[in-house]
Structure formats: C-alpha cells, structure tokens
C-alpha cells in the first residue's frame, strides 16, 4: 500500500524482530497506522518510524515498556530533561555495581587460578600471621547439618544481593573448637561471606593475629582428617587454640561439580604456651 510499510518491512527497515512490532502492538505502545480487515495485516506509516525510533532508544538507554508508555504520553522538553537525568542517576548506579561485580570476579579467578599451588601444600600445617578481614554472617540451625549450613549460606547470598553488600564470592563456616574436640568437624554454627569493611549490621571482623592454618581438599565429609592433622600439628608445637575453627571455601560447588576438586581453607587463632 502506498506510503504504508508491512510489518515485514518495517522489521527489516528497523532491524526490530516481527514478534516484537506484535507485543509492541498487543500493549499499546505501538500500534499500525492501518490494519486490514480482511486479512488482519498490520501496515504502519512513515510518520511512524520517528516515534519507533525514540522507543528503541530509550528501551536502549534502559527505561522499561511501562516506563516508555508513560513517557510518550504527552512528552516535552522539561519532561524528556527530567526523565534523562533520572535515568543517568540509574545508570551510575548500575555502574558502581558492575565495577563491585567486576572486581569480585577478578578476585575469584585469581583465587582459582592459585588453587593448583595449594593443592600441591594441602597437607601441610603452617604458622601465619594473617591480616584482619570481615565476614557477614548468618546463624545455622539446629541441629547443623550441612543442609542446614547450605541454607545459612543463601540466605547469606540473598540478604547480601538484597542490600548490595560488597561481598566476595565466596563462603565459609565457623565451627566451635567445642565441637572439633568432640569429632563433630561438620557442626558449624554459623555460614558467613567475606566482605570489605562497611558498617552494615550482622558484619564482624575477624581480627588480624596468628593462625594455624592448613587445607583440605575433597568432599567436605572427609573434612576431620585436616582437622585432625591442624589439632596434632598444634600439640606437638605447643599452639593453645584460642578460637572457633574458620573455614573459608576457596573452591566449592560455585566453581565445581567435582567434590574431589574442592580445596577448603581452615584456620584456627593460636597463641605460644608459656
């Protein structure tokens, strides 16, 4: 038809899929200027394309359908200046939280990438003075089993997403020495995530200082026999255990689905005996 486009046409004209020039038209942000009655073909105006444009851009800038709908209403320049300035606050944000997401990445890959050191060193027990460092934390209930540290876990993950805390992507678990000494090495009582330094409630810092510290790789049910050498290791050496034990999962189930790939890191807080 004359002056009029095919919805063919348009989606090639506009590199836009016929599927959504449909959905565009089904909610009302869109519609054709002519629709045949006979055979239901929708056909759409030159007058037309400046307005597709706009809705194509600003889906591009990152306003939703909604949002386009409303906006195009009735449209002005003091109305366009203050829907853009809106958005450019949005997009900051969204930019902060990509170079947070980025530099999380960064420091998981490193971290994989020197996993082949430590699992060469995973059974030894080492002295080190470590650097203080935070945690966001989360309580596990009764009667702590590992489904029960799992879940402690997410909803560590989901308050942390929830409330954009700079979190690592990485988990851990605290386990009472209580406990260890008992053998019940799986009991944590608490799931927690690294974080950096901020004031948020649930946040705890654990403090630099000297810890024993050796790893365990495999399945975390055969944890004890690392515990077992870190307990033998402090004996023999005179170390008095002066706190709960912490384990920080360097590889798990969010990098692999080989148990036998795992590589936990477990420290406990020593001090010399007199």
Same mark, same amino acid.
């Given at each position: ?180 000494? *008992? ?5 944590? #009582?608490?799931? &927690?995530?690294? +974080?950096?330094?901020? %004031?948020?409630?649930?946040? =705890? @810092? ?31 050496? *005179? ?5 709960? #034990?912490?384990? &920080?999962?360097? +590889?798990?189930?969010? %990098?692999?689905?080989?148990? =036998? @790939? ?13």
């Amino acid at each position: 038809m004359k002056n009029l486009f095919s919805i063919g046409e348009l989606s090639k004209l506009q590199n836009i899929s016929r599927q959504t020039l449909i959905f565009y038209d089904k909610i009302g942000l869109f519609c054709p200027a002519y629709v045949d009655p006979e055979n239901g073909y929708r056909y759409y105006s030159a007058a037309q394309l400046d307005f597709l444009d706009t809705i194509c851009i600003m889906k591009r800038i990152g306003f939703s359908l909604d949002e386009i709908k409303s906006y195009l209403k009735e449209y002005t320049l003091d109305t366009s200046m203050v829907a853009l300035r809106k958005q450019l606050t949005i997009i900051d944000r969204q930019i902060e939280e990509l170079q947070l997401i980025k530099s999380r990445v960064e420091h998981r890959c490193l971290q994989l990438e020197q996993s082949a050191a430590i699992r060469s060193q995973y059974a030894e027990v080492s002295v080190q003075t470590v650097q203080s460092q935070y945690i966001v934390w989360q309580e596990v209930a009764a009667p702590y089993t590992l489904d029960r540290v799992s879940m402690a876990t997410k909803q560590c993950f989901v308050r942390s997403f929830k409330e954009r805390l700079p979190v690592f992507f990485q988990s851990g678990a605290i386990v009472p020495l209580a406990r260890i000494l *008992r053998g019940e090495y799986t009991l944590a #009582s608490h799931a &927690f995530l690294p +974080i950096e330094k901020c %004031s948020a409630n649930g946040v =705890a @810092e654990l403090p630099a200082g000297q810890c024993a510290v050796t790893y365990h790789t495999g399945d975390y049910l055969s944890i004890g026999t690392a515990y077992e050498r870190l307990l033998q290791y402090c004996r023999a050496h *005179r170390l008095q255990i002066i706190s709960d #034990s912490y384990e &920080f999962a360097l +590889i798990d189930y969010l %990098s692999t689905g080989d148990e =036998a @790939e795992y590589i936990t890191k477990i420290l406990f807080y020593v001090e010399d005996t007199p």
